[in-house]
């Protein structure tokens, strides 16, 4: 399997701007979850779905932030509009449900807003 | 609140010497342990897993980890250490469902 896909890998955007980051999770996986990586802040996750269902989303810093997931296949994440502190690392990650299951990261998407 | 916690930022050992990176947790029942590592500009992969059963647990790469309930931690040890493995280390849990809380990371220098 080719593993999980994201791209952009690098995204150099100006404030204001939406950006757009894409996902495609190991085929057969049930969970995708976007997480963020910053200096300050580590690892957080900002949000998870479940059979293409948003689950949870309390980690989305503000309304900026939008996931959707429409098919098995697919997910976005956009933050419209976008702001310098928004530079981070950006990781999505799937896996087949169950606790014990292994969560398969891709390799990210780095932001940076200017 | 539920949680871990890695008491180490950065971490530097001589090629060929052991290493242990500690993680500790905070949680009421025995949760799910992960440890992961991320190389530079890559994204995190799992060196090993714990849910029930032999309390020391073997990964990839050569690591193992022992979960202590008494002390509440998940060390993860590696006997000799390779200038490949410096990278940051990630301990990780979940109380049950499929949503994992990362510890801060502990970054290892590797000096030859």
């Known amino acids: 399997d080719a593993g999980v896909i994201q791209s952009p890998r690098h995204e150099v955007t100006e404030m204001g701007q939406e950006v757009t980051l894409r996902c495609k999770p190991i085929s057969g996986h049930d969970y995708l979850f976007w997480y963020r990586q910053t200096m300050m802040r580590g690892l957080e996750l900002l949000i998870y779905?479940?059979?293409?269902?948003?689950?949870?989303d309390s980690g989305m810093p503000e309304d900026r932030f939008s996931a959707k997931m429409p098919n098995a296949s697919f997910s976005t994440l956009k933050i419209q509009p976008s702001e310098p502190r928004d530079s981070a690392v950006y990781f999505c990650?799937?896996?087949?449900?169950?606790?014990?299951?292994?969560?398969?990261f891709g390799e990210g998407s780095w932001l940076t807003v200017v | 609140a539920q949680s871990v916690t890695q008491p180490d930022i950065h971490i530097t050992v001589s090629e060929g010497a052991s290493l242990e990176l500690r993680c500790n947790y905070s949680y009421g029942a025995t949760p799910y342990l992960f440890w992961y590592v991320q190389s530079p500009g890559q994204g995190l992969q799992l060196l090993l897993k714990y849910f029930s059963g032999d309390t020391l647990v073997q990964g990839i790469k050569g690591f193992e980890a022992e979960f202590k309930r008494s002390q509440s931690s998940f060390n993860l040890r590696k006997p000799s250490v390779h200038w490949s493995d410096a990278a940051e280390y990630f301990c990780?849990?979940?109380?049950?469902?499929?949503?994992?809380?990362f510890g801060t990371g502990t970054q290892l220098k590797v000096e030859l």
């Open positions: 990780a849990f979940t109380g049950g469902g499929n949503k994992l809380t």
């Open positions: 990650a799937s896996s087949l449900p169950g606790p014990g299951n292994t969560i398969y």
């Open positions: 779905f479940n059979n293409n269902v948003p689950i949870d």
